[in-house]
Nanobody, 129 residues
Framework: QVQLEQSGGGLVQAGGSLRLSCAAS????????VGWFRQAPGKERDFIAA???????????YYADSVKGRFTISGDNAKNTVYLQMNSLKPEDTAVYYC???????????????????WGQGTQVTVSS
């Protein structure tokens, strides 16, 4: 069973940057995807970004409109780690952030948190105004 270990997060002022990491205990080569989601108190878990691999060297990225142009998802297959670089942070980005892995997805299927199989422990991101 895949285990996802998250790191990063914390408190930052508006306009600042943070990087989250999601390290997997193992990797199944071929088609798989890692997504980032966030959940603010009293709200549903929202899709943020996903990266989907098709083989070792071909990948696709997906972003929610709310973070497009500010957040960047990337991955390092050699380290089994996916990153979420968050720039120009806003107070409304405050939430608990989760990474998750799915064996395969495509297009909007990668946006659906209920389809993901494995989840990280979550990490708090707080953006002060």
């Amino acid at each position: 069973q895949v285990q996802l270990e998250q790191s990063g997060g914390g408190l930052v002022q508006a306009g600042g940057s943070l990087r989250l990491s999601c390290a997997a205990s193992e990797r199944i080569f071929g088609s798989y995807a890692v997504g980032w989601f966030r959940q603010a108190p009293g709200k549903e878990r929202d899709f943020i970004a996903a990266i989907r691999w098709s083989g070792r060297n071909l990948y696709y990225t997906y972003y929610a409109d709310s973070v497009k142009g500010r957040f960047t998802i990337s991955g390092d297959n050699a380290k089994n780690t996916v990153y979420l670089q968050m720039n120009s942070l806003k107070p409304e980005d405050t939430a608990v952030y989760y990474c998750a892995e799915i064996s395969s997805c495509s297009g909007y299927g990668c946006y659906d948190h209920s389809r993901y199989d494995y989840w990280g422990q979550g990490t708090q991101v707080t953006v002060s105004s």
